[in-house]
């Protein structure tokens, strides 16, 4: 049998008695909404816009197609698989404010940058920035050192001016060299 979630009946044992459902019911539930929450938050810190609701709206009805139309696949797996679908198919059908603008935004920016051939900001309209992802877990972006200020040291001394020799005296004559 093929299971994803049956390693976990040991752990969820005694949650399970205190409900009064079987295990194998208990976590065929619970474990299967975590693993879609952590395809879900994984989605959501790499990718932005219509590739995260794409990639979901994928997951999802893989997930659920499988459960449904799959042959011979186990019941139990059909359970956790139809949990995990569903859980990603609700998420495009549930979004935020924020995702709805992020949504709006993403199409528009990656359409202009695909007439104007910018490869680079296509996918920066639908992947998730170092800059941004860093954002998400509040870690500050690196600001550079200030200039280091000069060494304290007293300006040099004028130099000296030259002696002035004294001026020729004026003769009348004129000598011109010839070489």
């Known amino acids: 049998m093929v299971s994803l979630t049956q390693p976990f009946d040991e752990y969820f044992q005694p949650f399970a008695e205190v409900s ?6 208990y976590t065929t539930r619970v474990v299967p909404e ?22 979901q709206f994928i997951a999802g009805a893989i997930a659920a197609g499988y459960a449904t139309w799959g042959k011979n696949v186990d019941p139990r797996l059909r359970l956790e698989l139809l949990t995990i679908g569903h859980h990603e198919l609700t998420r495009i059908l549930d979004p ?9 935004e993403s199409i ?8 104007k051939g910018d490869w680079s900001a ?20 690196a600001t550079p050192a200030p200039p280091t200020p000069p ?6 001394a004028p130099a000296p001016k030259p002696k002035e020799a004294p001026a020729p005296k004026a003769t009348g004559k004129v ?4 070489f």
């Not at 009064?20 to 019911?25: A, D």
């Not at 879609?36 to 590739?51: H, P, Q, V």
């Not at 528009?108 to 007439?115: D, G, T, Y």
């Not at 000598?175 to 010839?178: A, P």
Request: proline letters at 7%; a negative charge; aromatic letters at 6%.
């Open 96 to 104: 935020k404010p924020q995702d709805i603008i992020e949504l709006r």
């Open 175 to 178: 000598e011109i060299e010839v």
């Open 108 to 115: 528009k920016n990656f359409i202009e940058a695909v007439k």
């Open 34 to 55: 975590w693993i879609a929450t952590g395809l879900e938050t994984i989605t959501d810190i790499f990718t932005k816009g219509w590739l995260n609701k794409l990639i």
């Open 122 to 141: 296509a996918l920066v309209s639908v992947l998730r920035t170092p800059s941004e992802i860093k954002a998400m877990f509040g870690i500050k972006e």
């Open 151 to 156: 060494a304290l040291v007293a300006p040099p």
């Open 20 to 25: 009064g459902i079987p295990v194998e019911e």
